[in-house]
């Protein structure tokens, strides 16, 4: 009898072990992740500060000697790079005075000519490049308050948006730090490497970059759900999640070479326009992660303008879809790191009850927002949210378990159910954008990394 009752109990609320504080009254069939490149809220939203009531965004910051520093206007489509590895992270937040950030490396493109203050910019939006991100934001969702889980670049970052971890192992203390050196995950050459962390937050060993812990991935299958990762092949997949673990990876020698294959690797899409040929067809799966190309990465330097429009592709042809996808499509648009962009919000500790993450966790704020037919227009979140934030949803969505062995960034998370309130669903409007979903199905420019370092 009291196992009936505890059923009853689980299927009643959001899901057994969610945090969630209010019950579940949406209910999606498919989640989909888009996740661009290397940005902060004060970064892409500078423009206009004030967008919607109740944002946070800032106009200034601190530099090393407590002089304030204006935030001025920089091309989204730049020409030079910022420092985003853990040491960078360190020189901005230090120790949580968060006035750094004018000692952060910059590296800038031949013929590039840098202004004062570089690292304190936001994007121009004159021209109204980024303004579908503003659409996005006024139309559904803004947090206020996500931050990347890891406080180094892109290798790690897109391991904690897979399982919420960058530990090399289930029981490793350590977390892989930094990008990897010399290779690409598991189909790398045996000299490749990723720095590993400790808990003092010093780097002073590594290890081969393919990884051996369960992923989300773990709890979709035997449930019968079904997922996909759209990236662009490349030498250095930094950003494909799946290729640095074992199990998602399977490589295998095939004409002498190494490569990843088998059942898992299949939903391993090297197109990442074909998120939106899916659409069409009716074949989106139950989860997605979508990352760019370079040129639609929003990544400085080497992004061309398009990811703005990029991704108001994605989300419009959910919300127009013939197969009945806004009504049941949670999309969660976030970016993978800070890119070495000023911004002015501390990270907060958000579990670590047990010292989980000491050295590594949490790193700066990065844009999210949340666009389904359940959430209101101008919403503003003001919860801590973070990667382990969109795992707990995905978890919460569909009733399923924590990814690790309970001390992962998904059991401290909390579920970002706080974006759905409402209880029938909107109809859609089509976001603006410069270029169409047909652009980029029909885009015959070879692909570019979304990040070249």
């Not at 081969?208 to 662009?232: K, M, N, Q, S």
């Not at 989106?284 to 703005?308: R, Y």
């Not at 959430?375 to 009733?399: C, K, M, Q, W």
């Amino acid at each position: 009898m009291k196992a009936i009752l505890l059923l009853l109990v689980c299927v009643m609320a959001v899901g057994c072990g969610s945090t969630s504080s209010q019950p579940k009254k949406t209910t999606f069939s498919h989640i989909v992740i888009v996740d661009q490149e290397n940005r902060t809220p004060d970064n892409i939203f500078g423009s206009n500060p004030n967008f919607e009531p109740g944002v946070d965004i800032a106009t200034s910051g601190l530099n090393s000697a407590g002089q304030t520093v204006p935030l001025t206007p920089v091309a989204l489509a730049n020409c030079y790079d910022l420092g985003h590895a853990h040491i960078a992270f360190t020189t901005a937040y230090n120790n949580g005075a968060m006035n750094g950030s004018d000692k952060v490396g910059v590296s800038p493109a031949p013929g590039c000519t840098l202004g004062p203050n570089p690292q304190y910019g936001y994007v121009d939006n004159s021209g109204g490049v980024v303004q579908p991100y503003f659409d996005l934001a006024t139309q559904y969702g803004f947090a206020n308050r996500m931050f990347q889980t890891n406080q180094g670049p892109s290798f790690p970052s897109h391991q904690f948006i897979i399982s919420g971890t960058s530990a090399p192992t289930t029981t490793s203390t350590l977390f892989a730090a930094e990008n990897q050196q010399g290779g690409s995950g598991c189909v790398s050459p045996p000299t490749a490497y990723v720095l590993l962390i400790d808990s003092a937050g010093d780097e002073n060993s590594q290890t081969f970059p393919c990884f051996d812990h369960p992923t989300i991935v773990d709890l979709l299958e035997p449930a019968g759900l079904t997922w996909r990762y759209y990236a662009t092949p490349s030498d250095s997949w930094v950003w494909n999640g799946p290729q640095a673990i074992l199990g998602l990876c399977n490589p295998q020698t095939v004409d002498g070479v190494l490569a990843c294959s088998g059942n898992e690797w299949a939903n391993v899409i090297p197109t990442p326009a074909s998120v939106l040929t899916d659409i069409q067809n009716c074949n989106l799966a139950n989860v997605s992660w979508v990352t760019p190309t370079g040129q639609n990465s929003d990544h400085p330097e080497i992004n061309t303008g398009g990811g703005p429009s990029w991704v108001a592709s994605i989300v419009n042809a959910i919300g127009t879809s013939q197969c009945g996808y806004w009504q049941n499509t949670a999309i969660l648009i976030t970016w993978d790191d800070w890119g070495g962009w000023y911004d002015h919000v501390p990270p907060p500790r958000i579990g670590q009850s047990n010292g989980w993450g000491a050295g590594y966790v949490y790193g700066f704020r990065v844009p999210l927002l949340v666009v389904s037919a359940y959430t209101p227009a101008g919403y503003v979140s003001g919860a801590n949210h973070d990667f382990g934030s969109i795992l707990r949803f995905v978890e919460t969505t569909f009733g399923l378990g924590l990814i690790g062995p309970g001390n992962w960034a998904d059991s401290y998370a909390d579920d970002l159910m706080d974006f759905f309130p409402l209880s029938s669903p909107r109809s859609f409007t089509s976001i603006s954008s410069q270029y169409d979903a047909a652009h980029f199905i029909n885009d015959k420019e070879p692909p570019t990394d979304p990040d070249d370092d």
